[in-house]
């Protein structure tokens, strides 16, 4: 209760209190209390008092403040090619004058079959091994080592097609959906060492600090610039954009739609720590492990809670609170223990009552469910055999979803 109280009066404060000077909170902190200690007891009072407010906490002790929106967008199509069952397109965007080109691969029903909705979301690998089509083009941004065919960190031609089992838009397209997917590597290179992709082109625009953007929040701010370029493109205009992203992609996923209201559903596939795990959470990955090896992921703030989580003013249910009332499927896999499959379904009952309070449903499951059993209501959770990979299984259940939860849905 003590601490509590000086959480609220330090939060109170503004400027924010450096992360020595919070109180440790080792039960997760409630979303429904404002950091003045009011209860959120209306819709309203969640909207426009405690929903920005968490919002800036995850910017300000976490992901760090992303770029702002330059633009105007500008997206040309590079590549085009039509079959009776799909029809693909590759769009070089622009996200500002002169920005660097970020390709977009988008993969519709053929024309004339308006897509019910589409699936926006980072890959890991490049475009060109998304589908076998010869015309994708092939990254020339720097690749992680030895994964699809990539050599000396270039990817190569014999990488194309090889993540047609991950990504599976034969599959996507055929039950009515998109999927638009880019590189994150064009975003920004996701190693520790040196800052490309568009991160030179924002910093020359605009300030950058350690307590600025990481990774995470940058490729999230794609993801909303991808969300544009679809909004602007007669194809994709009327299609509502859903986040979907695996891991680290999934944090990224989970986040972009936190802070970006068009998102009208999330897939954040086993993205555990500093996404859908609680950052308290005994189990698999720790705060202090991931911004060890990942540095670069989220703003400096953050390490200062590496040897603390518990002094974190909130904890990833706050995050899945920022998407309501709009549904999110928690996906994971039995032998992913490094991504505390246990603790996130946690953090779906933790944000429950803002779903509730929203009259929006919630997580209806109260307790995890069996191996391959989608749960119920607007924060779902499923859970498979096997091992921490993106796979048909994984989008056969988030169709699924997307089916159950689209507006005039069955
Ligand atoms: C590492 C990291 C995870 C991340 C994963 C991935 O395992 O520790 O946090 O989710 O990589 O992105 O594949």
Not at 7 to 19: I, N, R
């Given at each position: 209760?003590?601490?509590?109280?000086?959480?609220?009066?330090?939060?109170?404060?503004?400027?924010?209190?450096?992360?020595?000077?919070?109180?440790?909170?080792?039960?997760?902190?409630?979303?429904?209390?404002?950091?003045?200690?009011?209860?959120?007891?209306?819709?309203?009072?969640?909207?426009?008092?405690?929903?920005?407010?968490?919002?800036?906490?995850?910017?300000?002790?976490?992901?760090?403040?992303?770029?702002?929106?330059?633009?105007?967008?500008?997206?040309?199509?590079?590549?085009?090619?039509?079959?009776?069952?799909?029809?693909?397109?590759?769009?070089?965007?622009?996200?500002?004058?002169?920005?660097?080109?970020?390709?977009?691969l988008v993969v519709l029903p053929p024309p004339g079959r308006a897509p019910k909705?589409?699936?926006?979301?980072?890959?890991?690998?490049?475009?060109?091994?998304?589908?076998?089509?010869?015309?994708?083009?092939?990254?020339?941004?720097?690749?992680?080592?030895?994964?699809?065919?990539?050599?000396?960190?270039?990817?190569?031609?014999?990488?194309?097609?090889?993540?047609?089992?991950?990504?599976?838009?034969?599959?996507?397209?055929?039950?009515?959906?998109?999927?638009?997917?880019?590189?994150?590597?064009?975003?920004?290179?996701?190693?520790?060492?040196?800052?490309?992709?568009?991160?030179?082109?924002?910093?020359?625009?605009?300030?950058?600090?350690?307590?600025?953007?990481?990774?995470?929040?940058?490729?999230?701010?794609?993801?909303?610039?991808?969300?544009?370029?679809?909004?602007?493109?007669?194809?994709?205009?009327?299609?509502?954009?859903?986040?979907?992203?695996?891991?680290?992609?999934?944090?990224?996923?989970?986040?972009?739609?936190?802070?970006?209201?068009?998102?009208?559903?999330?897939?954040?596939?086993?993205?555990?720590?500093?996404?859908?795990?609680?950052?308290?959470?005994?189990?698999?990955?720790?705060?202090?492990?991931?911004?060890?090896?990942?540095?670069?992921?989220?703003?400096?703030?953050?390490?200062?809670?590496?040897?603390?989580?518990?002094?974190?003013?909130?904890?990833?249910?706050?995050?899945?609170?920022?998407?309501?009332?709009?549904?999110?499927?928690?996906?994971?896999?039995?032998?992913?223990?490094?991504?505390?499959?246990?603790?996130?379904?946690?953090?779906?009952?933790?944000?429950?009552?803002?779903?509730?309070?929203?009259?929006?449903?919630?997580?209806?499951?109260?307790?995890?469910?069996?191996?391959?059993?989608?749960?119920?209501?607007?924060?779902?959770?499923?859970?498979?055999?096997?091992?921490?990979?993106?796979?048909?299984?994984?989008?056969?259940?988030?169709?699924?979803?997307?089916?159950?939860?689209?507006?005039?849905?069955?």
């Amino acid at each position: 209760m003590k601490a509590l109280l000086t959480l609220l009066l330090t939060l109170g404060a503004d400027p924010l209190p450096e992360p020595a000077k919070l109180p440790a909170l080792a039960d997760w902190p409630d979303p429904l209390t404002a950091l003045d200690g009011t209860k959120i007891t209306t819709p309203e009072a969640w909207k426009t008092k405690r929903r920005p407010e968490i919002a800036r906490l995850f910017d300000h002790y976490m992901y760090g403040a992303m770029p702002k929106a330059h633009g105007p967008i500008v997206a040309k199509v590079r590549h085009e090619s039509k079959t009776s069952a799909m029809w693909v397109r590759e769009l070089d965007v622009a996200v500002g004058p002169d920005a660097p080109v970020v390709r977009l691969l988008v993969v519709l029903p053929p024309p004339g079959r308006a897509p019910k909705a589409v699936f926006v979301g980072p890959n890991f690998n490049g475009n060109h091994v998304v589908l076998p089509d010869p015309g994708i083009a092939i990254t020339k941004a720097w690749v992680y080592p030895d994964r699809m065919n990539s050599k000396n960190n270039q990817a190569t031609e014999e990488g194309r097609g090889k993540g047609l089992a991950q990504w599976n838009a034969p599959m996507i397209v055929e039950k009515g959906y998109g999927l638009a997917t880019f590189y994150g590597g064009e975003v920004d290179p996701d190693r520790g060492e040196e800052r490309g992709g568009l991160q030179p082109w924002l910093r020359a625009r605009e300030s950058h600090s350690p307590d600025r953007w990481g990774t995470i929040a940058l490729y999230a701010w794609a993801m909303s610039r991808m969300a544009d370029a679809l909004a602007q493109d007669p194809a994709t205009a009327k299609a509502p954009p859903l986040a979907v992203g695996h891991s680290r992609m999934g944090k990224t996923a989970l986040l972009a739609a936190a802070m970006d209201e068009r998102f009208a559903m999330s897939f954040p596939l086993q993205a555990g720590c500093g996404g859908t795990a609680p950052s308290r959470g005994k189990i698999g990955e720790s705060v202090k492990q991931i911004n060890d090896r990942f540095p670069h992921w989220f703003n400096s703030r953050f390490k200062e809670f590496n040897e603390r989580p518990e002094k974190l003013p909130f904890d990833q249910h706050h995050l899945v609170s920022l998407a309501a009332p709009r549904p999110v499927l928690f996906a994971n896999a039995v032998e992913d223990s490094w991504a505390n499959p246990a603790g996130q379904f946690e953090v779906l009952r933790a944000a429950d009552p803002v779903y509730r309070l929203l009259g929006a449903g919630g997580c209806d499951a109260r307790e995890m469910p069996a191996l391959g059993a989608l749960t119920a209501g607007t924060l779902g959770y499923w859970i498979r055999p096997g091992k921490h990979e993106m796979k048909t299984d994984d989008w056969r259940v988030f169709l699924e979803f997307a089916d159950r939860h689209l507006p005039g849905a069955r």
